[in-house]
């Protein structure tokens, strides 16, 4: 942490009905004290004076342990989002270490509402019952000093909460409750301290949500991969259907296999890879994939496979389509957002005859197809009341979480290795990649678990407000009765399990994230 500076920085005058004492922050919005110091108003609001920032704020008491451990925890109503923390540091001080206090005392006689210090030598450990206490020597402790926190000076670390006086009237010191208790006694605020002193990451902000990531910031689904492999690159190919909800990385899982294609395919197979967006409005016609589908070729071989005038001519194209083939190579259409064209039956309808004719295609051997879609190609059609033209040509991927190595790699990118970081990431983002990717952005950005969680909440409502949609009634349904909604009808469990394919829902049954979780609740 520092010096005596960064201490009084540090610390807050609490006031108390007619009295008054010392508290610091710990973490982020959290303050410690001792007990017998908000004692009498743990059921109502606390006063605190931040001399440092020049503000008044409330607090209220989360924690209180009485005799023989007095401390209590306090967290602010309202964030304050610029106040340092004391560094905790549980290690034991060297007998006449120099120590430090900065507190607000007040009694009958002095009155130092602006901050008083007092320095002192370590003498000792002691007991009260369990209880490791510090004995200080050669300094004088006064009311309104507990609470302060103790500073090593030789460490730069706080060690201890000063907790009460050997005698007010004279220079013997005091005793202060160890950090080693501190730590023990808040393990999930001694986390919090520790995660505020890492070291803040040089350069720019290593996490990327809302784009698809390029091959080389490509982490995990490797099951994915091979199982998309043993298809494109069997010895008869087949064509896959990548099924995921939104945001679940199919483009930038499609873009991984247009550039790493070696991945899986043999050079004997020579894989030409030809990659639509179906966002794209010259893809909304059958005859404007056909022509993205010939300049795509051109590009890869230098040479039209057929003359544009013959986009229409089934057999010009299917000519040189199979010249493709009896040259060697392998044709593999990747084709992404198929909703695209499926979102409305008139406009699915018009591609009825086309996807008849690609299926006839692929079972040839003259093309393979990858389609990303958010639902199974038979859903698609079915939800329209149409029957599909791909029945049977197509095995389906899905893409869920991320393996857990996966998405610790991801955080890993812009923390130290932490579990408690790890923890609060797996409890926003359950490890889909975009809000994984979303989560470590905000803490990278807040350094503070609460602030990013916030930020976290309000960036990733709308997203869920999308995802909501997408989700069919009886998806609702199961999910609303994952969190014990009582009233509602026991799940399918075939509904169940495409919900934790997707990795909506856990396998203990929790949702993925906790803010998706009171997003759910929200929802009727």
């Not at 209590?72 to 989002?81: G, M, T």
């Not at 909304?284 to 005038?309: A, C, F, M, Q, V």
């Not at 009825?352 to 879609?373: F, N």
């Not at 969680?453 to 949609?469: D, G, I, M, S």
């Amino acid at each position: 942490m520092g010096n005596e500076d960064d201490l009084q920085r540090c610390t807050v005058r609490l006031n108390v009905a007619s009295s008054q004492g010392t508290g610091f922050f710990v973490a982020p919005n959290w303050i410690l004290t001792c007990a017998h110091v908000i004692e009498s108003s743990k059921d109502n609001p606390v006063e605190v004076f931040w001399k440092a920032g020049n503000q008044n704020y409330t607090a209220k008491v989360t924690q209180l342990y009485k005799y023989p451990l007095d401390l209590a925890l306090l967290q602010l109503y309202e964030d304050c989002l610029d106040h340092p923390c004391v560094e905790l540091d549980d290690t034991k001080p060297n007998t006449n270490d120099d120590l430090y206090i900065f507190g607000y005392p007040k009694n009958s006689e002095v009155d130092y509402s602006q901050g008083d210090s007092a320095s002192f030598k370590y003498e000792g450990i002691s007991f009260k019952q369990d209880i490791i206490l510090y004995k200080l020597k050669q300094g004088q402790v006064i009311s309104g000093f507990s609470g302060s926190p103790l500073l090593n000076l030789l460490t730069g670390k706080v060690c201890g909460i000063v907790h009460l006086s050997r005698d007010e009237d004279s220079d013997l010191g005091g005793r202060a409750i160890s950090a080693q208790v501190i730590v023990q006694q808040f393990p999930e605020i001694a986390l919090l301290n520790k995660q505020f002193h890492q070291p803040k990451p040089k350069g720019d902000n290593p996490f990327e949500y809302g784009l698809p990531v390029p091959p080389q910031r490509f982490y995990g689904r490797r099951k994915e991969i091979l199982e998309i492999k043993n298809r494109i690159g069997a010895i008869s190919p087949q064509c896959v259907n990548l099924v995921g909800l939104r945001r679940n990385g199919k483009t930038s899982l499609l873009r991984y296999i247009k550039e790493r294609i070696s991945e899986f395919c043999s050079p004997e197979q020579k894989p030409l890879v030809v990659f639509l967006d179906l966002t794209n409005g010259n893809f909304h016609t059958p005859e404007g994939i056909i022509e993205g589908l010939r300049r795509g070729i051109h590009r890869l071989t230098g040479n039209y496979p057929w003359l544009k005038e013959d986009n229409k001519d089934g057999f010009a194209v299917e000519d040189g389509l199979q010249f493709l083939v009896d040259e060697g190579y392998r044709l593999i259409i990747l084709l992404d957002e198929f909703e695209a064209i499926a979102s409305k039956k008139d406009r699915l309808e018009l591609f009825q005859d086309w996807g008849e004719d690609w299926r006839s295609k692929a079972s040839a051997g003259l093309l393979t197809m990858v389609i990303a879609s958010k639902r199974p190609l038979n859903e698609v059609y079915e939800t329209l009341s149409l029957g599909s033209p791909f029945a049977n040509i197509f095995s389906t991927t899905i893409l869920g979480a991320l393996e857990e190595e996966a998405w610790q790699s991801i955080i890993q990118k812009g923390f130290l290795p932490n579990s408690a970081v790890l923890q609060w990431v797996d409890e926003l983002a359950g490890g889909l990649p975009y809000y994984v990717q979303m989560a470590g952005a905000m803490l990278w950005q807040n350094r503070n678990q609460e602030i990013a969680k916030n930020e976290f909440n309000f960036q990733a409502n709308p997203r869920f407000e999308e995802l909501w949609k997408d989700l069919t009634k009886v998806e609702r349904l199961a999910l609303r009765y994952e969190l014990e909604e009582s009233n509602l009808p026991i799940p399918d469990l075939a509904i169940v399990d495409r919900l934790q394919r997707h990795g909506l829902l856990r396998k203990n049954g929790r949702l993925f994230s906790s803010i998706f979780a009171e997003f759910v609740k929200g929802q009727r």
